[in-house]
Structure formats: C-alpha cells, structure tokens
C-alpha cells in the first residue's frame, strides 16, 4: 500500500510541477505586459502556491520510500535490489538513494525544495521576475519528475515477494554515502535556480544587475554544497579505494569537478 500510494504522489507532484511551470510562464507573461493585471496576479498566486504543494508532495513521496527500506519491504524491487535484513539500519535508510532509482527521486525532492523556497524566500526585481523563475524551475523540475515516474520508478513491485534482499554494494556501506551524494546534489540541482534566472532575465529582457544580484546567494549556496560534497568524495574514495595520485578520487568525481569549474566561474560573473 505504502508502495502505491508514494506512486500517486509522485504523479501529483509531476502534475504540480506542470502548473507551477505554466502559471509562473504564462502568469509572468501576462503581467509583465501590463494588461490583464487581475489574471496575472492569479496565476502569479497558483504557481506560488503549486511550488508549495509539490515540495510537500515530492517530500512525501520520498518519506514513503525510506519507509519501505526501513520496514524491509521485499515487496518492492528498489529495497530487494539494494537492502538485506542484516544490514545496519544506518544504512537501510542511505540505502535509498544507494541506487539510481531513489537517487533520482532525491534528486526530484531536492528540486522541489529549492522551488519551496524560492517561492517563500528569494528576494527578486519583481514579483513577475520571481514569478518567471517559478515558471522555469517547474519546467525542470517536471522532467526529472517524468523521468523518475515513467521510466525509473523507485516503487515498482515484485511478485511474489521477495524472503529477503540483495543487499547494498559493501563500498556503498560507508559513512561517506550518508553524506556524499546529499551534498552533491544540493550542489549540482541548486545551480538550477541560477539557470531559472538566468532565462527569467532573458525573458524579460533585462540588461541590469538586478537579477544578478537576486541570483548570487543561490549560485553561492550551491557551489558551497558542491564544494563540500567534492571533498567528503575524494576523502571516501581515498581511504576507501586506497587510490592515491593527484586527485586522489573516483573518477567519476570528475563531472562534479567540471560542475564546480562552472559554478565558480558564474559566481565570479554574478
């Protein structure tokens, strides 16, 4: 039950992002032509209160997940694949973003709360401004929904049951995971709210610093979750993996690097 009912909660938090993406467009456009004023400031409202909702949605969705770890579901094909009844309860609950499917679904939250609280705390030109912003973080957001519900859902079931689980890759079975990939992702996901400013000041056509200085706490915030969650990476893969060397990390950790180039080049900028 609990399985199905994070399913439904995950579309209605796709569906969420779908309005808030569309009102916050459309709502800004119509305002920001000077017309219309009264609809406008409505839509303006719906995207605001859609972000609202989905951030709520997408934690729910997410809270239903971790239950299934942590009540050893093996029901359900996420916690079979990547859980055992033996394993440290610790790590049953890192265990949920231990595997592409819930880490996508981490990734959805994390969107979905970055929207919450632009909605509630981002400091903008105008309302319209924030309201455009709203618009192309739902638009962001609804694809990674997409992706999530359609084509990796984290609440797929098996039939029959499983007695037990496959249980989590021993590498993964360590402190760093509990950190790692949470700080990344606050790193990586918050630099869409700079890309959703970005593209708000070329819809309005701004030429003024404006926006970038509404941007810059954002772009700084998440180039500081990067930063930090690049270095407990290299600290897990070096004392982990014995690898030594320049880097002294899982090559993987490469694309965050470039993320990071990125972000402290636009920081600059801003």
């Known amino acids: 039950m609990i399985a199905e009912l994070g399913q439904y909660v995950l579309v209605f938090a796709l569906a969420a992002a779908l309005i808030q993406g569309w009102a916050g467009l459309w709502g800004g456009h119509v305002a920001g032509r000077g017309a219309a004023t009264d609809e406008g400031g409505g839509l303006i409202s719906v995207a605001e209160r859609a972000a609202l909702a989905q951030g709520a949605l997408m934690l729910a969705a997410f809270a239903a997940l971790t239950v299934l770890h942590a009540t050893d579901d093996w029901s359900v094909v996420n916690v079979v694949e990547n859980s055992h009844s033996s394993k ?4 049953k609950l890192s265990g949920v973003w231990g595997n592409h499917e819930g880490s996508m679904l981490l990734w959805c939250l994390i969107l979905a709360g970055y929207g ?5 705390l981002a400091r903008t030109p105008s309302r319209v401004f924030r309201a455009r912003v709203l618009g192309v973080l739902g638009l962001v957001t609804a694809a990674f929904t997409a992706f999530t519900a359609f084509t990796s859902n984290p609440f797929a079931r098996v039939s029959p049951a499983m007695s037990d689980g496959f249980d989590l890759n021993p590498l993964l079975q360590d402190p760093g995971l509990i950190i790692h990939p949470p700080m990344l992702y606050l790193g990586y996901v918050g630099f869409s709210v700079a890309f959703a400013f970005a593209i708000a000041a070329l819809l309005e056509k701004r030429e003024d610093r404006a926006w970038a200085a509404s941007a810059q706490p954002w772009a700084l915030t998440s180039w500081s979750f990067l930063t ?5 990476g290299s600290w897990w893969a070096y004392y982990e993996l014995g690898w030594g060397g320049f880097w002294a990390w899982d090559p993987t950790e490469n694309a965050p690097l470039m993320s990071w180039l990125a972000g402290t080049a636009l920081i600059h900028r801003l």
């Open 88 to 91: 440290p309860f610790i790590y």
């Open 116 to 120: 919450t609280a632009v909605a509630v």
């Open 228 to 232: 930090l969650g690049i270095a407990i």
